[in-house]
C-alpha cells in the first residue's frame, strides 16, 4: 500500500504570496493532521482533520487554513507568507487513535 | 517547562554499544508515547509507539514508559552506524486522543561511533 504522499516536494515562494500544500493519506485512515518543522525543533501540530470535520487546531494564525475531501485528502492553505512560514509541512495520516505516520514532507522555502 | 523534553545532545555511542534515549513529559494525563527517527533533510519515521508502563520491544529497539515519573526512553541495542538520526520524542496529552495532536521535544541526535 502507498504511505502518505504529499506534494510539492519542494517550492520557493516570495512573501506576501499564498501557497497550497496537498496531502493523500493511507488507504483507509481517515484522520489527517498538519504539522510545521523550523530547523532544529521538533514538529509542531498546526491542524487536524477526521471525516471532513476540523478536530484541533494548534497555535497558529488565521493565514494558516486547511481542509479535508471527501476522498480524506487534504490541503493546507498559508497567506500572505512571512520569512518564518519557511519549514518543512508535514501531513500525518491516521486511524484515528492508532499509529501516526508522516508523509515525505513539503519543503517551502519564502524569499 | 516544556511540554516534552529531550537532551539535544548530540549521543555519541560506539558500533555495538546500547544508545540510551531519554524523554520527560509535563502533562500526567498523557495517553500515547511515540518514538521517531529523522534523518537530515528526510520526515520523522515512526519507530514504535506505547502506552502502558513496563516495556516494549521490537527488534533491536525497547521502548520503556513510567507514568509515575513521567518518563520514556528508548534503547537500541548493538547501535550501527546507520542508526545515527535524530530521535523525536513524541507524546498525545490528556485529551488529544480525539485530535491526535502530537506533542513533540526537539529531539537528540545519537552519533554511532564505526
Known amino acids: 500500500d502507498a504511505g502518505v504522499t504529499q506534494s510539492p516536494t519542494h517550492l520557493i515562494k516570495t512573501r506576501g504570496q499564498h501557497v497550497t500544500l496537498r496531502c493523500s493519506p493511507i488507504s483507509g485512515h481517515k484522520s489527517v493532521s498538519w504539522y510545521q518543522q523550523v530547523l532544529g525543533q521538533g514538529p509542531q501540530f498546526i491542524f487536524q482533520?477526521?471525516?471532513?470535520?476540523?478536530?484541533g487546531r494548534g497555535n497558529f494564525p488565521d493565514r494558516f487554513s486547511a481542509r479535508q475531501f471527501p476522498n480524506y485528502s487534504s490541503e493546507l492553505n498559508v497567506n500572505a507568507l512571512l520569512l518564518g512560514d519557511s519549514a518543512l509541512y508535514l501531513c500525518?495520516?491516521?486511524?484515528?487513535?492508532?499509529?501516526?505516520?508522516f508523509g515525505e514532507g513539503s519543503w517551502l522555502t519564502v524569499v | 517547562q516544556k511540554e516534552v523534553e529531550q537532551n539535544s545532545g548530540p549521543l555519541s555511542v560506539p558500533e555495538g554499544a546500547i544508545a540510551s534515549l531519554n524523554c520527560t513529559y509535563s502533562?500526567?494525563?498523557?495517553?500515547?508515547f511515540f518514538w521517531y527517527r529523522q534523518y537530515s533533510g528526510k520526515s520523522p519515521e515512526l519507530i514504535m509507539f506505547?502506552?502502558?508502563?513496563g516495556d516494549k520491544e521490537d527488534g533491536r529497539f525497547t521502548a520503556q514508559l513510567n507514568k509515575a515519573s513521567q518518563y520514556v526512553s528508548l534503547l537500541i541495542r548493538d547501535s550501527q552506524p546507520s542508526d545515527s538520526a535524530t530521535y523525536l520524542c513524541a507524546v498525545i496529552p490528556i485529551g488529544g486522543g480525539a485530535t491526535n495532536k502530537l506533542i513533540f521535544g526537539t529531539g537528540t541526535l545519537l552519533a554511532v561511533q564505526p
Open positions: 482533520y477526521y471525516e471532513k470535520e476540523e478536530r
Open positions: 506505547i502506552y502502558s508502563n
Open positions: 502533562d500526567r494525563g498523557s495517553q500515547s
Open positions: 500525518a495520516s491516521s486511524p484515528l487513535g492508532d499509529t501516526i505516520y
